[in-house]
């Protein structure tokens, strides 16, 4: 049979051993293996040959190797032993036993024989001291005796441990919501093998399938995968996912040839957005030449460089590039500025004089023509070189300077009225831009302080403006101009032109709706809405990846339809300057709506966003109140770690306060996007009954007489709720306000609405009409700054003060006609 008992050798001998015996069993060793010490009883041992056996074809014939252990199991790390054996009659060969691993041959094991009455038993031991996973198989031994080989019967070394991955988790790049499907695989022994997924290194559902298919992310993330059998588990690698997006922008574009007529160019691409480069287009156009068409090459990539051909000899030239892959293309690279070198002339000089001609009149016209034309294209070459100075003198980025070429608006096409708003480091004024076909357009005009204000917060303040010049959605305003204005003494002060805005901002106006002791009544379903259209702009920006990082009602206007539109993109950071808090060195935020993780680390996200919706939400229901009341900028962090979070304000639908705690989840992951938010908005919209009768509202008619007329068409037009009046007029004349008084069935639930213009006589022509004579308007500018003071402090709110002050007509007017009508 087979021994797996080896006697325990301690000596090492390296010839072969021979074994004389004088009666017993004799025994010898080989391949310099140990051997047992000998004692004074055992036969002698001495350095000799192995013995040779010779034997007849038949008995060759018969020669078979012990039956061997078969299967063996061990576990990682033990110590295993197996051998095999053969019996031979005779020796006059040298005989070795040689061991094979799955048909490879290895090292020889330690061999004994033993010889007993002219019978020879060969002996192989193989030893494992500490086995691995990687000595497990098939092994049997082999021996040759005279030319013919025999084989032993296969033992089989299985051994135990942790589960084996022969298919690991692998990094994927997936499309936006698109399903992917991820693959593991291991094996034992011991078997059974049961695989566990883990996403983000937390169990991901109850998935033990080897694939599983994901329906589809939206944001990157990392999955891996546990292999369990009985003696433990494995964890796999972890396989990333990240979401396909647009590529980064191109960078290093160099002019690397210039000829007459073109110019080679190379670019290095910037990341690919996890989904490889197909195309690259190159946009050129003439840099001194004001209306030059705007030429643009693609061509496939690699490689990353083109040759613009087709070009004028001496001209310079504004070259940018931008890449795409299957999501979309990258913002285009910084404009790089080239020209291209001397023509040579066509026809080399002649010394031949040419012949007269006649009409020498037509020749001196086109001279004088050529002359003429030489000088307008010196002009305009003059103005715009004249232009590049200028925005260079405002030391912002050559990348910068490239996107304003685009945007900027001559100045004496704009013109400045009266002014619409100003803090302490900005103003918003009322302003007329001329119109290519000879009309004027009302517009907004941002403008900045430049006392208060560095070089950097100047290229921010029109880095922001930049982006807005490519927004095309009904709710997030679009940029109409930049406009330089040189102001003696100081840098060009940046003006930024916008569409304007009738009604001014949403969190001045839903402060105006609650001034009265009587507060105007806003239904909620026209809260939900201004809720839903911030959501829908906030959606298109997001969609777009441009974080909007200072998102508040304040930042959201109103058009004259009552839509909201968002804007401000970090534009009034100086100006609503108290609702900002500055830590050390760090830049003034709005702590009150920034989420808690950007808090810590100041790092934005659509998600910080998402926090900052919230937060409008919770303006919005409360009309315009300050959030947090009572807490200190200094405090909102610790307020917010401590899991507290913005309370219910009483008037509050349930589902409409659930929408806005799901904004404040503390891990951005939990809170949803912008279409989630949407869409849950408008569901509950859906369930919100129609807006009830306004029989028992009063109508105040606020509009100056020569306003009347425009007013009242716009009334008709617009929503009899919202409309405001002008907050800035300046006139000396008295006025006259009507007030529609409209009887109440309950005298204590009488409302006061503020209305531009009923514009339905007949309809009135059944309640009493109440004249009384408006203040002077020294009278009311005097009056207006205590009104001030006093809603400022009731309300606890700095950032208020501003904007009820640029309204302090309105505030007056509708404080003494409420007197009135109480009295």
Request: proline share 6%; with cysteine.
């Amino acid at each position: 049979g087979v021994s797996e008992a080896v006697p325990d050798l301690t000596a090492s001998w390296k010839h072969p051993l021979a074994v004389v015996h004088q009666g017993g069993s004799p025994h010898w060793t080989t391949q310099g293996r140990s051997f047992r010490p000998t004692q004074a009883t055992d036969p002698l041992i001495v350095p000799a040959r192995a013995p040779s056996v010779h034997l007849s074809p038949e008995e060759i014939q018969k020669l078979r190797f012990k039956p061997t252990v078969g299967t063996i199991q061990r576990s990682e790390g033990a110590e295993v032993r197996f051998n095999c054996s053969i019996d031979i009659n005779d020796v006059n060969q040298d005989l070795n036993i040689l061991w094979f691993r799955n048909g490879k041959e290895i090292s020889d094991g330690m061999e004994t024989a033993v010889y007993n009455q002219g019978t020879v038993n060969l002996l192989s031991t193989m030893s494992i001291k500490s086995v691995k996973r990687a000595d497990a198989g098939e092994y049997h031994c082999r021996l040759s005796v005279s030319n013919k080989i025999i084989e032993s019967d296969s033992i089989i070394l299985e051994v135990e441990g942790l589960p084996t991955f022969t298919i690991q988790p692998s990094d994927v790049n997936v499309t936006r919501n698109t399903p992917f499907t991820l693959t593991c695989e291991a094996v034992g022994p011991p078997n059974p093998v049961t695989i566990k997924w883990l996403h983000k290194g937390e169990r991901y559902a109850e998935h033990n399938e080897s694939s599983i298919t994901i329906e589809g992310r939206n944001m990157w993330g990392f999955y891996s995968c546990e292999a369990h059998n009985e003696k433990g588990l494995t964890v796999s690698r972890e396989a990333h996912i990240n979401i396909k997006e647009l590529p980064d922008k191109v960078s290093k574009v160099t002019v690397v040839k210039r000829e007459a007529n073109k110019l080679l160019i190379s670019w290095t691409p910037g990341h690919d957005g996890f989904s490889p480069l197909s195309t690259c287009s190159i946009t050129v156009r003439e840099l001194l030449e004001p209306g030059s068409p705007t030429a643009t090459h693609p061509t496939r990539v690699p490689p990353f460089q083109y040759e613009i051909t087709n070009l004028k000899a001496m001209t310079w030239y504004n070259m940018s590039v931008s890449c795409t892959n299957e999501i979309g293309w990258s913002p285009p690279s910084v404009w790089v500025q080239s020209n291209t070198t001397e023509g040579e002339l066509p026809v080399s000089p002649s010394s031949t004089p040419l012949p007269s001609r006649p009409n020498s009149a037509y020749i001196v016209l086109g001279v004088a023509c050529s002359f003429c034309l030489l000088l307008i294209l010196m002009f305009t070459a003059i103005i715009k070189y004249f232009f590049i100075l200028l925005v260079a003198s405002l030391g912002i980025s050559s990348e910068l300077q490239g996107k304003l070429q685009d945007m900027m608006i001559v100045r004496n096409l704009l013109s400045i009225g009266k002014v619409l708003g100003e803090g302490e480091f900005g103003s918003v004024m009322e302003g007329h831009l001329k119109q290519p076909d000879g009309t004027s357009k009302k517009v907004a005009v941002k403008t900045m302080k430049l006392d208060n204000f560095s070089q950097r917060e100047i290229e921010e303040f029109l880095n922001e403006a930049a982006c807005m010049k490519d927004f095309h959605h009904p709710n997030v305003i679009r940029l109409l101009g930049v406009c330089l204005e040189l102001v003696s003494g100081h840098f060009p002060k940046p003006m930024v032109i916008l569409p304007f805005m009738k009604y001014g901002d949403l969190h001045s106006f839903l402060l105006r709706s609650r001034l009265s002791e009587d507060p105007v009544y806003l239904p909620t379903q026209i809260l939900v809405k201004f809720m839903i259209d911030i959501a829908q702009g906030m959606e298109y920006l997001s969609g777009r990846n441009f974080l909007h990082r200072d998102l508040a009602a304040r930042n959201c206007m109103l058009r004259d339809d009552m839509s909201v539109c968002v804007a401000d993109f970090g534009l009034s950071k100086k100006i609503y300057s108290g609702d900002y808090y500055r830590q050390g060195r760090i830049a003034k935020m709005p702590v009150k709506w920034i989420a808690v993780e950007s808090l810590a680390d100041r790092v934005f996200t659509v998600k910080s966003d998402v926090w900052a919706f919230g937060v409008t939400m919770w303006e919005i229901v409360t009309r315009g109140m300050n959030p947090y009341p009572g807490v200190q900028n200094h405090e909102i962090y610790d307020y917010l770690f401590e899991g507290n979070r913005l309370k219910q304000p009483n008037d509050c639908l349930d589902e409409l306060y659930d929408i806005m705690l799901s904004c404040w989840s503390a891990d951005p992951v939990d809170r949803p996007d912008f279409t989630q938010v949407r869409k849950r908005l408008e569901n509950l919209a859906g369930k919100l009954p129609t807006v009830s009768s306004k029989k028992d509202i009063i109508y105040i008619n606020t509009s100056f007489p020569e306003e009347e007329e425009e007013l009242r068409g716009e009334a008709a037009e617009g929503p009899v709720l919202t409309s405001t009046p002008s907050c800035s007029r300046q006139s000396t004349d008295t006025s006259v306000v009507t007030a529609d008084v409209h009887k109440s069935t309950d005298a204590e639930d009488d409302r006061y609405v503020v209305v531009i213009s009923s514009g339905d006589h007949e309809a009135r022509s059944t309640v009493d009409t109440v004249d009384t004579p408006l203040l002077n308007h020294r009278l009311l500018e005097q009056d207006s700054e205590e009104t001030v003071r006093d809603v400022t402090a009731t309300q606890q709110a700095s950032s208020d003060t501003t904007l009820l002050h640029s309204c302090n007509h309105y505030v007056i007017i509708f404080h003494y006609i409420t007197v009135f009508l109480v009295k």
